[in-house]
């Protein structure tokens, strides 16, 4: 009778895994990052965005709570299969009211049964390491506490990166060359997520109220993305964050994003004369990336909330294939 029992508990446990819409885990070895799938076919589609700084509603200097939930609401709309969080989520890694605000606003995409695939930002890991690092895993148990780990989609790869770590050496590193090294032949999209962009027109000197030069490591992370490009027909596409605003750039056949205009204290930027997207606005919004056999489209959402009233545009597109080949257009 108990052995019947624990039968039908293991059936019971296995059929419901099974009907779930979050990843399915791969690997299971506490050793090795993590290797997440979610189950879908082409055409699919998903969010990138990121510098949310989820805090206290009353903090509007750290984070703009309207925009944040407005874009909550946007993106559960839109009905992605997952979402990509380019890091800081949170304001205060080891603040666990800060996380409690992240449950509640974003509580219609757990309703909703959409995955949530998160890179570690700087501020996610502010205070006590182990105490930010704890309540970040607490949100995200699928990713058995691994800081950088992949995820298969269909036709796509996603590579989640920690920028707080080397991404070209140590452990992580290996594990990024090796990653690229194997890459499968029906891959048409590798898709890096990180915080730290390895291109941005801001710099330190935040001319305009706030911004970040690119660091050493992540314009070598570039560089090895590039060569590796040339003799590759999967697309390489790479999101980061931690400007306040939205950029791309195009550098040896990758498409670089910026996409932190997820609700943190945002600013406008200086932007070069050769800048795809000469546009000196603040740029609250998320980019949906709808993906297909070979190509891929990228959409940037404004969201205006200066007349207290949500405007929505699409201000970017951009068109990629497979083959290094691009086409964009600014509406």
Not at 25 to 45: C, G
Not at 62 to 69: C, D, F, I, K, T
Not at 111 to 124: C, R, S, T, Y
Not at 128 to 151: C, K, T
Request: hydrophobic share 35%; aromatic share 8%; net charge neutral.
């Amino acid at each position: 009778m108990k052995i019947c029992q624990r039968l039908l508990l293991v059936l019971v446990v296995v059929t419901t895994v099974a009907c779930s819409r979050k990843p399915k885990t791969v690997i299971t070895d506490a050793d090795n990052p993590v290797d997440l799938q979610v189950k879908v076919s082409t055409p699919f589609r998903f969010v990138a965005y990121g510098d949310t700084r989820f805090t206290d509603p009353r903090d509007t200097e750290a984070s703009n709570p309207l925009v944040r939930r407005a874009l909550v609401q946007a993106i559960a709309d839109v009905h992605p299969a997952f979402i990509s969080i380019g890091g800081d989520i949170s304001y205060n890694g080891q603040d666990a009211n800060d996380w409690k605000i992240w449950d509640e606003e974003t509580a219609l995409w757990r309703q909703n049964k959409i995955p949530v695939f998160p890179a570690l930002g700087n501020h996610d890991l502010h205070g006590d390491v182990r105490v930010a690092l704890g309540n970040y895993f607490a949100r995200f148990p699928e990713l058995q506490n691994s800081r950088y780990y992949s995820v298969r989609a269909a036709n796509s790869i996603m590579l989640v990166l920690d920028s707080s770590l080397d991404e070209m050496a140590g452990p992580q590193g290996e594990w990024l060359r090796r990653k690229l090294d194997t890459m499968p032949d029906d891959v048409d999209f590798i898709f890096l997520v990180l915080h730290h962009p390895p291109y941005t027109s801001s710099s330190d000197a935040k001319k305009y109220g706030g911004g970040h030069s690119a660091r050493n490591a992540e314009m070598m992370l570039a560089k090895m993305l590039e060569a590796r490009q040339q003799n590759m027909r999967t697309r390489i596409v790479v999101f980061a964050g931690h400007v306040h605003n939205y950029e791309r750039h195009e550098h040896g056949g990758v498409t670089y994003f910026v996409t932190g205009g997820g609700g943190a204290h945002a600013y406008p930027i200086e932007r070069g004369p050769d800048d795809p997207f000469p546009d000196h606005n603040i740029n609250y919004h998320y980019l949906l990336a709808e993906v297909d056999r070979e190509k891929l489209k990228v959409t940037m959402n404004r969201l205006d909330l200066t007349t207290g009233q949500a405007v929505w545009t699409e201000p970017d597109v951009v068109n990629m294939r497979t083959q290094n080949r691009v086409t964009a257009k600014n509406p």
